[in-house]
Each structure stands twice: as C-alpha cells, then as structure tokens.
C-alpha cells in the first residue's frame, strides 16, 4: 500500500471517529462505517430503528445524516474537501453514503472544534433573542443541504406549543412509543448509548416543556432561571418525504446547530412533532403548506455563567467502524 493510500484511509476513519460526537435520536447512534479501499461507507444500522417512535425509519436516517455532516466537518479540518455519493442503490437501502478525502481545501477547524462543544440543551434559555444576522447564517447553513429554515412567528407559538404537547400526549398513550423510551432510557452503561438523567433537566413552568422522558431518576440539571422568553423555535423542512431528504435534514440539523454553538447559541431539538402523523399534517398546515416539517428546534441564548450541559456517552470506534464483513 502506498504511503499517500494510507494516509488517505487514516484520514476517513478519523473522520469516522469524530462522528461519533454526532446527536441522535434517544442516542440510539444508529450507523455503522465501514472502511474499504480508500473510502468509507456509512450504513444505517436498523438494529436501533425505534419501531413505536420512528417506525419509517425518518429519525433513523437523519440521526445517520448528523453522523454524515459531522465526517466532512471533520475532514475540512484536515484541509480536504468531502467526496461523497449519495447511495440509493434498492439492492442495499441501509447503505447511507460513500465518503472520500476529496481534493485540498483551505483547512477550517471553526466547526470542527464545535462536534465537542455542542450539547443537547433542554433547559430554558435567557431573554436575549438570538440576532437577525445569526439566523440568516443558520437558514443559510440548512439551504446548503436542501433544506429549508422556518422561524415560527411569535403569533404561531402558541399553536406550535400545542403540537407539540398534544405530540406527547398521544405518544405516552402508546404502549409502543413506551416499550421505545423504557429501552433506551435503562441502558446498560457498557453499552454506551441511551438517555440518562444526566441531561435532563428539573421541571419548570416554560412555554414548551422538553419531551419527558419517564425516566426513574430524578433530571439531574437544574433548569436555572432563564425564561425561554428570547427562544426561537424553528422547523426544518425538506422538499420531498423521501429517505434522501431525511439525510439532507440530518447533515442540516449537524450543520445548523455546529454554526449556531461557533456563535455562542444553544439548542435542542424537539421531535415529537413529526413523530406522530396528525400532528405533522398539522405543523405543515400551520406553516402555509410549504414544504415537509422533518425536525424541529429551539435556539437560544444561555443563561449568563450557566454550567455547560455534560457530554453525553457514546460508543467506541471499534463498535461504530468495521472493514466489510465486519
Ligand atoms: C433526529 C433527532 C431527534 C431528536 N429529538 C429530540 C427530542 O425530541 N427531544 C430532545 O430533548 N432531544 C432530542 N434529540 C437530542 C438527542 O436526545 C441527543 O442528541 C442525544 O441524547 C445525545 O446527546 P447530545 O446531543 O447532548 O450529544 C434528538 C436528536 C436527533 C438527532
């Protein structure tokens, strides 16, 4: 093997590494790289699919979408670009995408350096609304995907404060979504996956409550005193309800909340909106028709001198990236 071969296969699997790093749903971390010839080959990893929550396998595929942004933020840091195709061979549908070092670019750690500050943030967050110019940069960084940024207006937020409620309602009525959150919430720690009360936060009065998660233990973040009265609550929406555009949504999702922690913000995503049907027909409906909600998010500021959220686990290289057969 020539030296320049090697250095080009060390190069993607470093990438593979750093998207471990990436956000997804319950941390399930449902992909798998596996290395071959020079490139590496991102497969989704049905064996986490959430049946009750995510049974067309959408969060599935865009958590594996984050997983996809996060390798080229990782390979731009190295100065190349990312050469990917886009696989929809129906032979092999859980096989995400091909990525290679593509040609040398200006290295740009900007984002890189983000994968490990990002977190999910559920507590509420100041009154300073995050400015005009930064949500430009957000849109920009979601239509660079395909993908298209809603800002719900202030006279929509009571009615998407209700979706989502509503969302939740329906959701813990179901045994299926139940069985989903109780296995993902009660995971062995070698498995190094899952929800844990680490990152929960203690109930408070806010507009929108994050998702409850049931779990046994007390949250263990103090939900501090900000208001949730700057936060901006945004939809991602895709062009088409294909598995591509649910990927598109999930490099989006990585790429917006990367941007949005370079410039100081903080978020978590809310997803019960599009997990359950009437309540997606209805977000649609809310936002003029125009597009199909795929996730949606609040942004905002932190609380002055707030304790950042811990890092949450994950699992190894050595769970996550194979050789084929592997
Ligand atoms: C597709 C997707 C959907 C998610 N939905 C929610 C949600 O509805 N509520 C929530 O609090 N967190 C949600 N999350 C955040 C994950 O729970 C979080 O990424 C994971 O637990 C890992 O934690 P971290 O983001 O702090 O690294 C979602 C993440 C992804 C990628």
Known sequence: MTQHLRAEIDQVAEASIAALRAPSILNTQPWRWRLA?????LWADRSRQLDGLDPDGRLLLLSCGTALHHATVALLAAGFDADIARLTDPARPDLVARVRQGNRCTADDLLYRAIYQRRTDRRPFGDERPVDAVLDELRAAAERHGVHLHVVRADQVTAFASAVAHAGDVEHADPRFREDLLAWTTRAREDRDGVSARSTVTPTHRTIAPRDFDLARPAALDAGTGTDRGTVYVVFTVDAEEPANWVAAGEALSDVWLTLTVRGLAA???????????????????????????IAMRIGTPVDGIEPVPATIRRSGTDTVGSPGQ
Not at 37 to 41: D, F, K, R
Not at 282 to 290: E, I
């Open 268 to 294: 978590s995503p809310i997803s019960e909106v599009v997990e359950v049907l009437p309540v997606r027909v209805a977000l649609r409906r809310l936002l003029g028709g125009v597009g199909h909600p795929a």
């Open 37 to 41: 010839g020079n490139h590496a080959e």
